[in-house]
């Protein structure tokens, strides 16, 4: 009878651990900052419970031991996962990145909850994983790369070499090394967001879509990716509302390509600067940046957009306190001259966004687009700034355009990387 009993213990034993793996997994998908924590709280709860079952049976005791003996803990086996750690984040909220033993990597886009399992090359899938969740067996490579801001980052990494095909043609690149990729025939364009060329990204051998927000206007696009097996992953770096957040998101990329130190180098480069900005004197200067659309509204920052943080961060103050909605997580809105009149004409700076229209290159050009300008505080002393063309592509330039803001604030206008006067 004890013996029985001893079998059936065992078992039970082994049913928690497997449960284990499950917990573990599925606290990663939480979209606070405290799911690896919670899940931490609830392996050792079952881990302890699960010690306790194997020290009756007289088997080791050890919490080391129990999850070697795990299934899937040595090479080459598919059993269920045991988490080890979370990396940590200072500002990003829009992703998690957990680590599991064995060398397993799960990413979470934690705005829409979708999960990225990153396999070790000499690994096999682990059984029982959620439906929902995406493999990625590494190397990861033939990338169909949609979210050009993402560029930037594959570039610092080092891992343009996984990315196969293009969202942008050539001539829409400001990134000098994906332009040689395509003029080389290593990096095709295969269609934009919208219009993506199927049929070659499948006979291509497409592995993921790591698309921007422009892909919710075409969710039928979504639909006919997944069903070609092509796994979408959106980039919500523009949800950010630290600047600092969005350039954390080179760890998410560091993450997926296994290059977590050289990301982490990265971001503190950027940290450091901004650092150095926040330290020195605050301005109480006045700013807007703005767009001037074709139908001749004006294309604002919301509020609560990563872009008036910077001008907070660089000393200054955005002229709109209150403008949007945070719930909607929208960057910009479209307003009239009459309104935006109101609220920037007695700014002490314009700085003009050119990374939409190509920009402009002087005042008189600025003014043609709207002549209403000619009656603002800035136009008339000389406070007119224009972003350069690559700004937006250029994501880990968010410490130096920062810099850029404080030094035009203080009027120290040499050494600017991506901001220059209108004259």
């Known amino acids: 009878m004890k013996e029985k009993m001893s079998v059936m213990r065992r078992k039970e034993a082994l049913l928690i651990l497997l449960l284990l793996g499950m917990v573990g997994l599925h606290g990663c998908g939480e979209t606070s900052f405290n799911s690896a924590d919670v899940s931490g709280e609830k392996q050792e709860t079952l881990v302890q419970g699960t010690e306790n079952q194997v020290e009756a049976d007289g088997l080791e005791t050890k919490r080391e031991q129990a999850a070697t003996d795990m299934p899937g803990a040595e090479a080459g086996t598919a059993g269920a996962l045991v988490h080890e750690s979370s990396m940590a984040l200072q500002y990003a909220e829009n992703f ?225 306190e209150n403008l949007g909605d945070p719930g909607t997580r929208r960057s910009t809105m479209n307003i009239q001259v009459e309104e935006f009149y109101a609220a920037a004409k007695d700014a002490d700076f314009l700085i003009y966004n050119s990374s939409i229209d190509g920009g402009v290159s002087d005042m008189e050009e600025l003014l043609d687009k709207c002549e209403l300008l000619a009656d603002f505080k800035a136009v008339k002393e000389g406070n007119v700034w224009c972003t350069t063309n690559d700004m937006y592509q250029q994501s880990l330039s968010i410490g130096y355009l920062t810099e850029d803001i404080h030094g035009m604030f203080l009027g120290k206008t040499e050494g600017m990387h991506y901001l220059f006067q209108l004259k």
Request: glycine share 8%; hydrophobic share 40%.
């Open 96 to 320: 998690t990145v957990d680590y599991y033993k064995g060398g397993y990597v799960l990413l979470t886009t934690t705005t829409d909850g979708r999960r990225f399992l990153i396999v070790p090359e000499d690994r096999e899938t682990p059984q029982d994983l959620e439906k929902e969740t995406v493999v990625l067996k590494r190397p990861v490579k033939d990338l169909y790369l949609v979210a050009s801001s993402a560029m930037d980052m594959f570039r610092a990494l080092d891992g343009m070499d996984s990315i196969s095909f293009s969202g942008q043609k050539e001539d829409g690149w400001y990134i000098e090394e994906a332009r040689d990729a395509m003029r080389r025939g290593g990096l095709l364009y295969a269609g934009k967001y919208n219009m993506p060329d199927y049929e070659m990204i499948v006979s291509g051998g497409c592995t993921l879509a790591i698309e921007n927000m422009m892909i919710s206007h075409s969710p039928e696009v979504v639909e006919k990716l997944e069903e070609f097996r092509i796994p979408v992953m959106i980039e919500y770096s523009s949800y950010e509302p630290h600047p600092l957040g969005r350039v954390e998101w080179i760890k998410f990329y560091g993450a997926l390509l296994g290059r977590e130190e050289e990301a982490e180098r990265i971001f503190s480069e950027q940290a450091a600067i901004f650092d150095r900005v926040t330290e020195d004197v605050e301005t109480e200067k006045t700013a807007a940046f703005f767009f001037v659309t074709a139908n001749g509204l004006i294309q604002v920052r919301q509020s609560s957009d990563y872009i008036p943080k910077m001008i907070e961060l660089a000393g200054g103050k955005y002229v709109f």
